[in-house]
């Protein structure tokens, strides 16, 4: 079931019209009904993986609180990690790495017939996965205390607002919350309404309108020249970021007005000022997993310069191998990892050429061409992230410097439909709305913007709220298009 779906604008107020309706200690059965009919309405049978990984968890959480041995506990953590991992793996990566060991197999004289896997791939499970081997970490750990309760552990694996794009959730943030009950707060429900408009907002107006010109360019980039692949690169930024943040603040806004608070997932991402900054911004709750959990169990940063340059590719590694089963998603995340390398190395030239200039005595443009600088290099990762293929990726890469004498022939730039299959009109529209979002995003940087609307004259707030509602009627997509996170 899609946020942007007329299922939910009908199953969703059902379900909080019941929730608060219904006494405290029924509430977390509706919503584990409801997470379950949720998820189920895409593909029901792979409820009984979400099923299976709060079997494991559950139990495994319940045997590591009962035993102090730390072997035991070891045991009880690799139980959950082989099978949660071992799902994840069999349904994402089990056709890649068969694809992949096949041809170099074959070189080595070894003919291995591997059967290609037609399962289709359960929307959601690297963030349900995740959310759930967090538990048992931090069970094991002794950061959490096992969780009694079987009803309230399925519905902290399943929260439905969250359940399919994240943030992936602690159990130290999520599990106390659905314990506690709720009354209904207007100032609170009608808070998480408004974020929810937003977020639907950026899908359907900013995100699914700039896909055509994406998919136009994406979908066959030969010929195309560089400004109209720039363009589109740049279209692809904006797009994804309004994609999957405007999905984040349908669910966190959501989860609100059933009395919950979901982390921040994302923070003003291309307004970072290094590469280090976008990942302090971006999916936070994943860079925050990947942190935690991998990165300072390798050593972090207290470990030798070497050594910390492996840690940092292990972990973009496997950050774009989570985020899909394609060698594309491998460089863009290796592509990361050197970002960062790069830049540790290079601090100290970057800071002479800095002060050669006298960029120290203007810090506000120092700043502005540290974001332009990172944004650029977060666009140029970008196109690993959206192409098709890798050849794909890397014939946009190696022609954006190419065709700019285009931009001096009127006649086919940017006059005409054929460049990014949208019309001047539709181009304008699409450059206004990204800098709609730029300005929002720019205002929010200084403060939340809902509780200053809060206090404004009611004819101000709801003409904003109307024009909301306006906008997305008038220039949305209303086509229910998935979420681009989906098939991760």
Request: with cysteine.
């Amino acid at each position: 079931m899609l946020f942007n779906s007329l299922q939910f604008l009908v199953f969703f107020p059902t379900v909080v019209g019941l929730h608060f309706a219904l006494p405290h200690r029924f509430r977390w059965a509706l919503l584990l009904v409801a997470s379950y009919v949720f998820y189920m309405a895409w593909e029901p049978g792979y409820a009984v993986l979400i099923a299976t990984s709060t079997l494991v968890d559950y139990i495994a959480g319940i045997r590591m609180g009962r035993t102090p041995a730390l072997q035991r506990r070891r045991g009880y953590l690799l139980f959950s990690l082989c099978t949660n991992l071992g799902l994840l793996f069999f349904f994402k990566y089990y056709n890649f790495f068969g694809d992949t060991l096949r041809p170099l197999l074959a070189l080595a004289g070894w003919e291995v017939y591997l059967p290609h896997s037609r399962f289709l791939l359960p929307v959601g499970i690297s963030f349900y996965t995740f959310q759930t081997l967090s538990y048992t970490i931090e069970v094991y750990r002794g950061n959490q205390a096992p969780e009694r309760h079987l009803g309230r552990f399925a519905l902290y694996v399943a929260f439905f607002p969250q359940l399919v794009a994240g943030p992936i959730e602690r159990a130290q943030n999520l599990l106390p919350q659905l314990r506690t009950g709720h009354d209904f707060d207007y100032a609170r429900v009608t808070d998480g309404l408004k974020l929810m408009l937003w977020g639907l907002f950026k899908k359907v107006v900013v995100a699914d309108r700039l896909a055509f010109a994406i998919e136009h360019v994406y979908g066959a980039p030969e010929g195309q020249p560089g400004p109209v692949l720039c363009l589109a690169t740049l279209f692809f930024a904006f797009q994804i970021y309004c994609d999957f943040s405007g999905y984040t603040d349908i669910a966190i806004g959501a989860a609100q007005v059933l009395g919950v608070r979901l982390m921040e997932n994302f923070r003003q991402p291309y307004f970072a000022v290094s590469i280090a900054d976008f990942w302090r911004r971006w999916h936070i709750s994943l860079s925050s997993w990947f942190r935690d959990y991998l990165y300072i169990a390798l050593g972090g940063n207290r470990v030798t310069v070497p050594r910390w340059c492996w840690n940092i590719a292990v972990v973009f590694l496997l950050s774009g191998l989570w985020h899909g089963a394609n060698w594309t998603f491998v460089i863009w995340g290796l592509l990361h990892g050197s970002f960062l390398i790069v830049g540790r190395f290079t601090g100290g030239l970057r800071g002479r050429v800095a002060a050669a200039c006298g960029l120290e005595k203007t810090p506000r443009l120092t700043q502005g061409l540290q974001v332009l600088m990172t944004f650029g290099l977060v666009c140029f990762a970008w196109i690993f992230f959206r192409a098709d293929s890798l050849r794909d990726a890397l014939y946009v890469a190696g022609h954006l410097p190419t065709g700019w004498g285009v931009l001096f022939d009127g006649a086919s730039f940017p006059s005409s439909e054929g460049a990014l299959g949208m019309l001047p009109r539709e181009l304008l529209l699409s450059l206004l709305l990204i800098a709609w979002v730029i300005g929002v995003d720019a205002m929010q940087a200084r403060g939340p913007l809902r509780p200053y609307l809060a206090r404004q004259p009611l004819w101000l707030r709801w003409g904003v709220y109307a024009a909301g509602l306006w906008g997305i009627f008038l220039f949305g997509v209303l086509r229910q298009t998935e979420f681009y996170y989906f098939v991760f």
